[in-house]
């Protein structure tokens, strides 16, 4: 069975230091998807990492995928309070039998103080 | 916006109670999928469809069923709701290797 873990699972961070967030999972996959939620809203797509090495930036997040060290890291660079959510990573998995389905980790709840 | 919308957004029903949840997908995305998020955890995979029949379910009981329509619309039906059932119910759309799109998601309570 397919395992996702972030780590941290909480994060406080001061406005305008950097970190990363890191997400493993415990199978093959070369598809990870990094989303973002709001309080009591949907999920917003931040990032779709298609494959080994893949490296995406918008604005104070850059996503990457290793996909040899199962390993998937959002890095935050400057925090503002406007990134204080909880960011999800997802793996996508397909199976002949099922088809394609997500398997999203704990979720990591970001706090950016002033 | 999204191109997935679902309704109704909120819903509070009783124990023992039988609730459909609605999604109506972008056209064209022929795979839908629907993930229940319980308070404070990550979505879990429910079931997912394509072209109207389903492709893959997750652990979850034969009291959640669902169906899809030729229109990309789907439904999620829950059986016998028991507490637990109280979450957020996510559904996505997917067209061919473009990634997924959710909807606003339905917030369902059960008392």
């Known amino acids: 069975e397919l395992k996702v873990e972030q780590n941290p699972l909480f994060l406080s961070m001061q406005e305008g230091k950097n970190y990363t967030i890191y997400c493993n999972y415990s199978t093959t996959s070369d598809r990870l998807y990094w989303y973002r939620q709001d309080p009591g809203k949907s999920l917003e797509s931040l990032f779709v990492?298609?494959?080994?090495?893949a490296v995406k930036q918008e604005g104070r997040l850059m996503a990457s995928l290793d996909t040899k060290a199962r390993l998937s890291t959002l890095h935050i660079t400057a925090a503002v309070h406007d990134l204080s959510a909880t960011y999800f990573c997802a793996v996508d998995i397909w199976q002949e039998t099922s088809g394609s389905r997500l398997t999203f980790g704990e979720g990591t709840q970001l706090t950016v103080n002033p | 916006e999204t191109g997935v919308t679902q309704s109704p957004t909120h819903l509070i029903k009783t124990r023992g109670q039988q609730v459909t949840l609605r999604c109506s997908s972008q056209?064209?995305?022929?795979?839908v999928s629907w993930y229940q998020q319980a308070l404070g955890q990550g979505p879990q995979f429910i079931f997912q469809?394509?072209?109207?029949?389903?492709?893959g379910r997750g652990n979850f009981p034969p009291r959640f069923s669902g169906l899809q329509f030729p229109n990309y619309s789907s439904e999620l039906n829950v059986n016998a709701l028991e507490l637990d059932d109280s979450a957020l119910y996510l559904c996505?759309?997917?067209?061919?290797?473009?990634?997924?799109?959710f909807g606003s998601g339905t917030r369902l309570t059960v008392v």
């Open positions: 469809y394509y072209r109207e029949e389903e492709n």
């Open positions: 990492l298609l494959s080994n090495g």
């Open positions: 056209s064209g995305h022929n795979t």
């Open positions: 996505a759309s997917r067209f061919m290797d473009y990634g997924y799109t």
